[in-house]
């Protein structure tokens, strides 16, 4: 009886984790189906069972574990109920919380949401804003609801006396045997064999069969990106995430490269222009160019959240959400082909200001060890040559260590929202863009009186929960072009006040998105997630060469721009940026690398002629081909798979030659020496 027991609980607690899983996925199906065909949906589901399983098993094992630990003890019967009832909240709050985290970023639970968690306050201020209070209590209350009426069918028909007889190894309840029968002397080993079976059942289940173990590169073969992130489940992709971070160390090996005599040559080859000279001792990339006077002194550096192209009416969007940018375009130098190297502010702002692509690791260089090296960053460069050099943030600089890791690049002054009276405040991101621009305004009058300076502000209006001035009226309803549009705004009156300060005739604004949003995915590190604007202003009445306005359709990145300002200001460095001057006329044809967020094991890389090679870091290192058209936003598959091998090799070869000089403590030829 209690071997039966045992079978149906934890069967019943298997099925009810399958059920809520499963329950997730057709709610993620009816939500944000895009316009995917009926039987890629249903080979989602299909697959999806087997990912649903290895995610029960991941929550039921260390319950089952507990339970036999507790098999002795007189409150047996309560700790399995209790290790059950956790296993199974466990995955019902996951469900609820992954439906939001595939609202904004369009994929399965991973690592962002752990960096999300390591402030959990501002996460779940953000939580609240963004969804609602009522509805977080009202998510809580069915979770509830539904554990309660989970637990109350488990144990409908078990028997509350099988619990007590565990205390002597199943022994009791049997004395009714005949001594020498079969029954008596199997009665002592149906239990321990019943728990032997359904942990073996559990480990099969978290293994995804007999065979080999699942992966979540099974979920990929020929499917479209959204059926293949409906076919994972949450839970295993956490999980899979946080084994993946347990072989960063092994990052090198990942890449498939060989090192050999030319890497470093090829890889020079890709971002050098014929006047600087490559300097030994630091690492790869380190390098000088020639000094030359230049009429630009200051540089006010403002980099826009989610300033998505597509929303930008210069790039050619159909409907613009940006007519201050469109307006502003008109008196720089707009680069059409540029892509943020990551999707996410963390991997942007390494790119903008040290020159370092992303990675795919669990942790930014904001926050990774080698991250906290001293990098041959913007503001060190150009605080060495006399400038002082500010950050600013409307939040807490402590968010993803994104203020003290600016202070360890060179950055001598710090502001967050610590500087700003708490009146000010509208939401976890701190105080709005206005206000952040108008203490970006006071802070470089405040420093043009001792010399040049280096000023970088980071905006947050356009971010999660988008919350704007009420007196702000962009006629829509829309939360989120809300905010895009008053952050549009916000940036028109910045520059128009600062083109008329004194100091701008002398300063070169450089106006640049940290990365796009998450709106929509067509395949795996979507191009539409990376194409943002970058805009370079001459402050100066009559803008001069090389900044006359003009359209600029050459390729460029974010590891471009530490290059581009320093040629600008005639500072020859030395720097170590992975990048190269784009504006240069004999600069090499423009190839950018894109990163994921932490943990994901894929790679993309763009090429000049609009090829664009998404490579999965696996052991068969595949690669599917498109092309891609920025100003249709569209990207088709094609097959050139030798020139597709060709491109994701020069990606891994960089990535490769990158991590190695970081884990010699080279930074990547930018230790500062």
């Known amino acids: 009886m209690r071997a039966r027991d045992l079978a149906v609980v934890w069967s019943a607690a298997f099925a009810a984790g399958m059920a809520v899983l499963t329950l997730e996925r057709a709610l993620l199906a009816v939500l944000f189906r895009p316009d995917t065909a009926a039987e890629s949906l249903w080979w989602a589901f299909i697959l999806g069972a087997r990912f649903d399983a290895a995610s029960v098993a991941y929550v039921l094992i260390p319950a089952f574990l507990v339970s036999l630990a507790a098999a002795r003890s007189a409150r047996a019967r309560d700790v399995e109920h209790g290790s059950i009832g956790l296993a199974l909240a466990t995955l019902i709050v996951l469900a609820i919380v992954e439906v939001h985290f595939f609202r904004e970023f369009h994929r399965r639970l991973d690592f962002v949401l752990l960096e ?204 613009s959400w940006t007519p201050e940018f469109d307006r502003l375009a008109g008196r720089g130098v707009l680069f059409t082909r540029f892509l943020a190297n990551g999707p996410s502010t963390n991997r942007g702002l390494p790119a903008l200001l040290v020159g370092l692509p992303s990675l795919p690791r669990r942790l930014a260089l904001t926050k990774s060890m080698e991250g906290q090296q001293p990098l041959l960053s913007l503001a060190r460069v150009l605080g060495a040559a006399g400038r002082s050099t500010t950050f600013l943030t409307a939040g807490q600089s402590s968010w993803e260590n994104l203020g003290g890791w600016c202070a360890a690049q060179g950055f001598a002054n710090i502001v967050d929202a ?8 509208l939401s976890v991101w701190g105080v709005s863009d206005d206000r952040l621009l108008t203490r970006v305004l006071d802070e470089c009058d405040r420093v043009v009186a001792s010399g040049p300076f280096l000023t970088v502000a980071l905006t947050s209006s356009n971010h999660p929960p988008f919350a704007v001035p009420d007196e702000f009226d962009a006629a829509t309803d829309n939360t989120r072009e809300r905010a895009f549009r008053y952050a549009d705004a916000a940036l028109g009156r910045f520059l128009d006040r600062a083109l008329a300060r004194p100091w701008a005739r002398d300063t070169l604004f450089v106006l640049v998105g940290d990365h796009g949003l998450h709106e929509r995915a067509r395949i795996d590190l979507d191009p539409e997630r990376y194409h943002v604007p970058l805009l370079l202003i001459d402050g100066g009445a009559s803008p001069r060469a090389p900044l006359t306005p003009r359209i600029e359709a050459r390729l460029a990145s974010q590891v471009d721009v530490l290059p581009i300002v320093l040629r600008l200001l005639g500072e020859p460095g030395p720097h170590a940026a992975w990048g190269r001057d784009a504006l240069a006329p004999d600069a090499p044809p423009g190839f950018v690398i894109l990163g994921p967020h932490g943990g994901v094991r894929t790679i993309a890389s763009v090429s000049g002629d609009g090829l664009y090679v998404v490579t999965e870091l696996t052991s068969g290192y595949s690669s599917r081909a498109f092309r891609w058209d920025p100003v249709r936003d569209a990207i088709r598959a094609v097959d050139v798979t030798d020139v597709a091998e060709a491109a994701a090799m020069r990606a891994r070869e960089t990535l490769f030659l990158l991590q190695r000089t970081l884990d010699e403590g080279a930074a990547g030829g930018a230790v500062a020496r």
Not at 144 to 168: C, I
């Open 116 to 319: 999300y968690l390591d402030d959990p306050g501002t996460a779940l201020g953000m939580a609240v804003a963004h969804v609602g209070i009522g509805w977080v209590a009202l998510q809580v209350a069915v979770s509830a609801l539904l554990l309660v009426v989970l637990m109350r069918v488990l144990w409908r028909d078990t028997e509350p006396g099988h619990f007590r007889q565990s205390s002597e190894c199943g022994l009791r309840g049997v004395d009714a045997l005949a001594p020498n029968s079969a029954e008596s002397v199997l009665a002592p080993y149906r239990i321990p064999a019943a728990r032997a079976v359904v942990l073996v059942l559990l480990v099969v289940a978290a293994r995804g069969g007999l065979g080999r173990p699942l992966r979540p590169q099974d979920a990929t073969a020929g499917q479209e990106y959204f059926s293949r992130q409906l076919a994972l489940s949450g839970p295993f992709t956490l999980a899979r995430h946080a084994y993946e971070a347990l072989r960063d160390r092994d990052e090198l090996a990942a890449y498939g490269v060989t090192p050999d005599a030319d890497l470093i040559a090829r890889s020079q080859a890709r971002v050098a222009t014929p006047d600087e000279q490559f300097l030994a001792g630091a690492g790869p990339m380190l390098r000088s160019g020639t000094a030359h006077s230049s009429p630009w002194k200051n540089v006010v550096m403002i980099v826009l959240e989610s300033f998505a192209a597509r929303h930008v009416g210069a790039l050619g969007a159909a409907e």
């Open 418 to 425: 610590d500087a700003f009276a708490d009146a000010d405040a």
